[in-house]
């Protein structure tokens, strides 16, 4: 680990591309150094940015552990909102990350957060019409009456599926 740490600046930015590529042994080392888990890159992306979006699920469980041993605010990192306004959840969300929208969900995520463009995790799920991601929220949060609307006149996902296959 030390020497692909010498081409970073600080072990930071070592851990935030070890989150960003799922290297989960140097993330663990990191754990093992005391890595500030607060440490943004230079889009204000945080090590739980990148792990939601890469859907590096046993990382994040890591990280969830070393906050609550390290008695870490993990709300703060699960709400951060990076350069674009966009929380891990929002890149759970834009990914597919089911798994990972589960974790941060019982974890805290603040799912009324909006990023810059005035869109809160579901509002983006739906503007994207991902149909698992929507069901998974929805169960979790109060969806506005025009979303309940939209994802009851939405076909079903498994409708879709079986008229796509070819026999």
């Known amino acids: 680990m030390q020497q692909e740490e010498e081409q970073y600046s600080c072990l930071e930015e070592f851990f ?3 989150c960003r590529f799922g290297d989960y042994e140097d993330a663990i080392g990191c754990f093992e150094d005391n890595v500030d888990l607060f440490w943004i890159d230079i889009n204000q992306n945080n090590c739980i940015h ?3 979006a890469n859907g ?3 990382i994040l469980e890591q990280i969830i552990s070393y906050s609550h041993k390290k008695n870490i605010d993990l709300q703060k990192l699960i709400n951060h909102q990076n350069q674009y306004g966009c929380t891990p959840l929002h890149w759970a969300v834009l990914n ?3 798994a990972i929208i589960t974790i941060l969900l019982q974890n805290g995520a603040d799912v ?3 990023n810059l463009n005035g869109l809160t995790c579901i509002d983006e799920a739906f503007q ?3 149909a698992e991601v929507i069901e998974l929220l ?3 949060i109060s969806l506005t009456e025009d979303q309940q609307q939209s994802f009851q006149e939405a076909p079903d996902v498994t409708e879709k599926d ?3 296959q070819v026999e």
Do not use: C, F, G, R
């Open 50 to 52: 990148m792990v939601s």
């Open 128 to 130: 994207l019409d991902k």
């Open 138 to 140: 929805s169960k979790n």
């Open 162 to 164: 079986e008229e796509d």
């Open 16 to 18: 935030i591309d070890s």
């Open 56 to 58: 590096h699920l046993l």
């Open 96 to 98: 597919n990350q089911l």
């Open 112 to 114: 009324t957060i909006k």
